[in-house]
Nanobody, 124 residues
Framework: QVELVESGGGLVQAGGSLRLSCAVS????????MAWFRQAPGKEREFVAG????????YYRDSVKGRFTISRDNDKNVVALQMNNLKLEDTAIYYC?????????????????WGQGTQVTVSS
């Protein structure tokens, strides 16, 4: 049974930090590129950060560059997203996703598996 389980979300003040974690079971993530997406109320789901198989190459949306860091531990089958200097506009449900494909890493359609999401709320 494939499962991606996100954790680490919560309520934080602007300027604060959170670390999201995605624990994967049912497949080995070393064969998958991994990513985080988010969806704010009334908005479409959007790409946040992605990481290729070994962790050497990472990708970010412009608005989180320099603040967020994606990482992976293939031995533990876990992907993390460190979020620093959080802003009000980072409030959203954050989803972990996995793709076995070789297409555009920022495209939702690339992804085979999704987690249920974890809520991140940034307050002023």
């Amino acid at each position: 049974q494939v499962e991606l389980v996100e954790s680490g979300g919560g309520l934080v003040q602007a300027g604060g930090s959170l670390r999201l974690s995605c624990a994967v079971s049912g497949f080995t993530i070393e064969n998958y590129r991994m990513a985080w997406f988010r969806q704010a109320p009334g908005k479409e789901r959007e790409f946040v950060a992605g990481v290729e198989w070994t962790g050497r190459y990472t990708y970010y949306r412009d608005s989180v560059k320099g603040r967020f860091t994606i990482s992976r531990d293939n031995d533990k089958n876990v992907v993390a997203l460190q979020m620093n200097n959080l802003k009000l506009e980072d409030t959203a449900i954050y989803y972990c996703a996995a793709t076995s494909g070789y297409g555009y890493i920022k495209s939702m359609s690339e992804y085979n598996y999704w987690g249920q999401g974890t809520q991140v709320t940034v307050s002023s």
